[in-house]
């Protein structure tokens, strides 16, 4: 895929609505660039499964289609919508975020409430308010307009953030984790569609992966992997006030192999093997070891007798906050080292993971 098509793809994926449990918008975005390429189907979840059918071991990649989003939990007399929070959001950042929610009939946008400073208390201002403290503002006024928009408990939201290309190839957008890696998951299947290669190739776009890795335990279930690679958009930790020696995840640095987070130890001979093919290749790499955290890998590599499993990140400043960054970069070079190491997982080399 030509960078300008990457970007595109990206775009689309990032300004498309995907809360976990409602993906439905993101998974037509994939099949429309799967079909005619592989042959698609889902499993009982929603998660989308493309396979390129070929000999051999039989490798699953994976990305996540949903992002962090918000459920209506309760409508107000005034019209006012409470919230539960789905997928792990720091508080402090959702107040004052620009919000679109897919009302049962049709599409609403609105804004997280924040009270102005004028009203605030000292002691207010020194913590963040609480998910419970939290609305957003349609403009409906009551509770009888709201419902008229077809707002009521279940229906979801996601940031209303448009994606832009800021400078030297850098996107910002909302749930660039893990659209990122879903950009990279169509990227390669569409260069295995024009190449051969020893194996096959189960591409999927797993859901729910946001509260708790659901998606993906059902997707390898379905589908027995011999071996899994999950791309992941993993949180960057290039900020300023952190160490430089602490830095396992900057932006443009390249793809980040995760060694380990408390839901997964990675594979190491499949680190061995990645590590050797960035090497030879001249593609710089990360190592992470994270104390939390944790992803679709963690429910995947337990499927069956076990799947030797490896998480690339490809880093996302801001992740789970309304806006996030991310470099084509390091999309590009993750396309490019998944695409090389798919044509080097043949039956021995497998057998040996
Ligand atoms: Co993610």
Known sequence: MERTQLLNVLLELSASFGPP??????????????????????DRLGSLVAEFAGDGPRVM??????????????VTAEGYLRFLPLGAWW???LPGTPVRLKGRTGEVRGVIGSRPPHFLRTEERRRPLAFEEMFIDVGAGSLAAAKAMGLEAGVMAVPDVSP???????????????RVGVAALLAVAKRLAAESHPNTILVVGTVQEEIGGRGGRTAAQMLHPDVCLVLEGTPADD??????????????????IRIFDPSMIGNRRLIEMVREEAETRGIPYQLAVRETGGTDGGTIHLVDLGVPTLVLGIPVRYAHAPACLASLDDLEKTVELVSALIRRLDMVTVGRL
């Open 164 to 178: 832009e290309v800021l400078a030297g190839g850098v996107v910002r957008g909302k749930a660039l984790d893990d």
């Open 239 to 256: 900020l300023p006030g952190t160490a430089s020696e602490l830095v396992q995840g900057g932006l443009g640095r390249g793809p980040q």
């Open 21 to 42: 449990g409602q993906e439905e918008e993101v998974a037509a975005i994939c099949r429309r660039h799967l079909e005619g390429r592989a042959v698609c189907r889902r």
């Open 61 to 74: 990649l994976a990305a996540h289609l949903d992002e962090v989003g918000l459920m209506v939990k309760a």
């Open 91 to 93: 508080e402090a950042v």
